[in-house]
Antibody, heavy 114, light 111 residues
Framework: EVQLVESGGGLVQPGGSLRLSCAAS????????MHWVRQAPGKGLVWVSR????????SYADSVKGRFTISRDNAKNTLYLQMNSLRAEDTAVYYC???????WGQGTLVTVSS | NFMLTQPHSVSESPGKTVTISCTGS????????VQWYQQRPGSAPTTVIY?????PSGVPDRFSGSIDSSSNSASLTISGLKTEDEADYYC??????????FGGGTKLTVL
């Protein structure tokens, strides 16, 4: 059974940092491109970032470029999102996913507030 | 910036057929694949259509996707509607930089 389990969310002050993790199991993680997608409370889905299977290529939405860093450890079957200089508008549930293969986690909530 | 526009909401009765549109703001929507995601209340999204018209395993064939180049739109059609189909549906494609773009979502009510 495919599982993606996010962790690391929580309450952080504006300007602070947080690192999200996504533990994968049930599929050959190292063969799949992975994504982070977020959803602000009551709002729609927004793509955040993606990384290719070996971690050599990354892409970001303009809204997070220069502040967020996606990475992966294929030996640990884990995807990461390092989030720096957090803003109130980054408040959202963050999902890790490989959408083309219908692999989605349950999400972790990040709240940026003083 | 490239945008995908969806109707805010649609409604239909059980057993009927509904179509949700997704219109690209520029370029040709046929130039890039379109995916469709379902999100039931309180749940994570799931993929119901990928690469314009492909269904992941486990998605019933009541769900189908298509592209209409003349209107620069993609469509998700759900036939034989069931109450369990009530959800938010999002289309997704790519901009000119090959970055993912989501539509704003459509709330489907099955009444």
């Amino acid at each position: 059974e495919v599982q993606l389990v996010e962790s690391g969310g929580g309450l952080v002050q504006p300007g602070g940092s947080l690192r999200l993790s996504c533990a994968a199991s049930g599929f050959t993680f190292s063969s799949y491109w992975m994504h982070w997608v977020r959803q602000a409370p009551g709002k729609g889905l927004v793509w955040v970032s993606r990384i290719n299977s070996d971690g050599s290529s990354t892409s970001y939405a303009d809204s997070v470029k220069g502040r967020f860093t996606i990475s992966r450890d294929n030996a640990k079957n884990t995807l990461y999102l390092q989030m720096n200089s957090l803003r109130a508008e980054d408040t959202a549930v963050y999902y890790c996913a490989s959408p083309l293969f219908n692999y989605w986690g349950q999400g972790t909530l990040v709240t940026v507030s003083s | 910036n490239f945008m995908l526009t969806q109707p805010h909401s649609v409604s239909e009765s059980p057993g009927k057929t509904v179509t949700i549109s997704c219109t690209g703001s520029s370029g040709s929507i046929a130039s890039n694949y379109v995916q469709w995601y379902q999100q039931r209340p309180g749940s994570a999204p799931t993929t119901v259509i990928y690469e314009d018209n492909q269904r992941p395993s486990g998605v019933p064939d009541r769900f189908s996707g298509s592209i209409d180049s003349s209107s620069n739109s993609a469509s998700l059609t759900i036939s034989g509607l069931k109450t369990e189909d009530e959800a938010d549906y999002y289309c997704q494609s790519y901009d000119s930089s090959n970055l993912e773009v989501f539509g704003g979502g459509t709330k489907l009510t099955v009444l």
